[in-house]
């Protein structure tokens, strides 16, 4: 697995996005999640979690096609995601603008930079967007939601597929933390082999989730295999926060403005917020 360096590396990603989900600049979609593993010796409560169980959590971006781009594995379960995501090094490499994005994407009469997409608890940014808070939304702010989860479903979708696959995931992990990091380093870099060299098998028809315009997603099958246990791949608490530049709530409107507009619009996005009368979430 290696990180995007250049332009063209990142316009692929986005281009995996255009063509799957309508979203001609997305380069990934992030979120991170609980690995759970049996108490560590000494240092236990910095690893226990507000679900109630130790874990390390696993960071990550994917791109289109559920797979890796970039982890960051080993945080103290304890912590949330923003807090963890905001000490990596690819935060800071996006906040100091040093990973040689490509310039904003000119589509008519809409600007639109390259960005990550995030669930709630993340802190909007000028590359980070997140949907609006689910009160008193108009149909405009509805769409947009429904846009921008599109395109965030592919990281769950993701987690969702490392941890059906993968049965160490689905108890605790009995070993050293520094083990735990190596062995979830190996499938997700076992998993993005299998998607790349054997997609057929390795995710087979209906395994990740899909959408019936209208109707809305429908669930893969990863979910039903990996059900509800309490030790599988989990999410991590959700402590968002309202507080972002103004520079980001302008960048955020450029989408609501594109996701609304003749020529960025899909066909059946009314009928769908229409019809199920609510913002999706989608996690």
């Not at 028809?205 to 997603?217: K, L, Q, R, W």
């Amino acid at each position: 697995m290696r990180f995007p360096a250049s332009q063209e590396e990142w316009k692929c990603i986005a281009n995996g996005f255009k063509n799957e989900w309508n979203f001609p600049t997305c380069l990934g979609a992030l979120d991170g999640k609980h690995i759970a593993i049996e108490c560590p010796k000494n240092e236990g409560s910095n690893f226990y979690n507000y679900k109630g169980f130790h874990s390390i959590v696993l960071m990550a971006i994917c791109d289109s096609n559920y797979c890796f781009s970039y982890v960051h594995i080993g945080a103290y379960g304890k912590d949330n995601d923003a807090s963890i995501f905001g000490d990596t090094d690819v935060f800071q490499a996006f906040e100091n603008n040093a990973l040689n994005l490509p310039c904003e994407e000119e589509i008519l009469t809409h600007s639109l930079p390259y960005i990550l997409v995030s669930d709630e608890i993340f802190l909007l940014k000028p590359w980070l967007m997140k949907t609006y808070p689910a009160i008193n939304l108009t149909e405009e702010k509805t769409v947009y939601n429904y846009r921008m989860s599109r395109a965030r479903r592919t990281i769950e979708n993701t987690f969702g597929i490392l941890s059906a696959k993968w049965r160490i995931f689905r108890k605790p992990i009995r070993a050293s933390v520094d083990t735990v990091e190596a062995i979830t380093k190996a499938c997700v870099c076992l998993h993005n082999y299998l998607k790349q060299t054997d997609n057929a098998g390795y995710t087979p028809d209906g395994f990740v989730d899909s959408e019936c315009c209208n109707a809305g997603p429908i669930e893969g099958s990863w979910r039903s295999v990996v059900g509800n246990q309490q030790c599988a791949i989990t999410s991590v608490g959700k402590i968002g926060s309202n507080n972002f530049t103004q520079e980001a709530k302008d960048i955020r409107e450029k989408f609501l403005a594109y996701f609304n507009s003749t020529e960025g619009s899909i066909p059946w996005q009314l009928g769908h917020v229409r019809h199920t009368g609510a913002t999706l979430s989608l996690t």
